[in-house]
C-alpha cells in the first residue's frame, strides 16, 4: 500500500487488541497520535483514545449487540468521506480487525473510491482472553488445532452453516465470538453431534478491563447458567475443548514428555 507518511486522504485500519493501551503496537500508537480523525468501535474507546492528538476528531461509530448501533453503510460513507477530504484517518477496531471485524466491507467501499489504506495488526481478543485465563490455545497430542467461529449471524441467530463435524473435534480448541445468545443452542448440536456434554468451557468477559470475569464450566453447565442469566451487556467469548479446563483439571494431565 501507499506510504502513508506522504499520502493524503489515507486511511489505516488499527487493531486495539482488548483495549488495554499496552498491549498496542508501536505502529497503531504513531496513526492514532498522527491522525486527524479517529472513527471508533464501541469496544476500542476508553483509554486508547486517550492516544490521539488533541486536535483530532472522534467520531463512535461502535456496534454493541442489542443496543443503538451505527449502520455499516454509514461508517463506510464517513471512511470516503474524511479520506476524499485528504484527512489521515484512523480507523480504530477492537481485537484484531482482521477477525470478525467486517474489515472487507469497509476495505471494499475504500477500493472503490481508489482510497489507500494499510492494516496495523492487534492482540485478536481471543489471544488476549486466554492470557487472562493463564491457558495456552494448543497442546502437543491433544490440541493441535484452533479455530475461531461466530455464534452470530446478521439476524443474531445461530449459523446456519457451522461444520458441526469439525466444531464439535474434542481435540480443538474452539472459540466461539458473540456467542453467549445462542450458546445454549449450539451447546446442545455439539452433544446430538458426538461432543461430551462435560467438555471443559471457559466463559471470558470484559476481558482487560475492571469488569472482567472468567467462568470454567463444561458445555452444558455454561449453556445452562447462560440460559439463566441471560446475555451480558460486556463482549465475552467462549471456549471449549482440552484448554479451556479448571486449574485442577490441568494439575491431573502428565506433563510432557
Do not use: C, W
Amino acid at each position: 500500500m501507499n506510504n502513508p507518511a506522504k499520502a493524503t486522504g489515507f486511511v489505516s485500519f488499527v487493531s486495539s487488541g482488548p483495549g488495554d493501551p499496552e498491549l498496542l503496537t508501536m505502529r497503531a500508537v504513531k496513526r492514532l497520535q498522527a491522525a486527524e480523525v479517529v472513527l471508533y468501535d464501541a469496544l476500542a474507546a476508553g483509554p486508547i483514545l486517550d492516544l490521539a492528538s488533541d486536535g483530532a476528531q472522534l467520531i463512535s461509530v461502535g456496534k454493541r449487540a442489542r443496543r443503538p448501533s451505527a449502520k455499516q453503510e454509514s461508517v463506510n460513507a464517513l471512511l470516503v468521506e474524511h479520506a476524499r477530504a485528504g484527512r489521515r484517518v484512523v480507523r480504530l477496531k477492537s481485537g484484531d480487525s482482521g477477525i470478525f471485524g467486517r474489515l472487507e466491507e469497509e476495505i471494499t467501499a475504500l477500493v472503490h473510491d481508489d482510497i489507500a489504506f494499510e492494516i496495523v495488526p492487534g492482540v485478536p481478543s481471543a489471544l488476549a482472553a486466554a492470557a487472562a485465563a493463564g491457558i495456552p490455545l494448543t497442546r502437543r497430542q491433544t490440541a493441535r488445532r484452533m479455530q475461531f467461529i461466530t455464534g452470530a449471524d446478521v439476524t443474531g441467530g445461530l449459523p446456519d452453516h457451522l461444520n458441526f463435524d469439525a466444531i464439535a473435534d474434542p481435540d480443538a480448541t474452539t472459540v466461539v465470538f458473540m456467542g453467549q445468545k445462542n450458546f445454549a443452542e449450539l451447546s446442545a448440536r455439539l452433544v446430538a453431534h458426538g461432543m461430551s456434554p462435560q467438555t471443559p468451557a471457559l466463559l471470558a468477559e470484559a476481558v482487560g478491563h475492571p469488569e472482567q470475569r472468567m467462568v470454567r464450566s463444561t458445555i452444558a453447565d455454561l449453556a445452562a447458567m447462560l440460559v439463566a442469566e441471560g446475555p451480558s451487556t460486556h463482549p465475552a467469548l467462549i471456549f471449549y475443548g482440552p484448554l479451556a479446563a479448571s486449574p485442577d483439571q490441568l494439575r491431573r494431565l502428565p506433563l510432557p514428555g
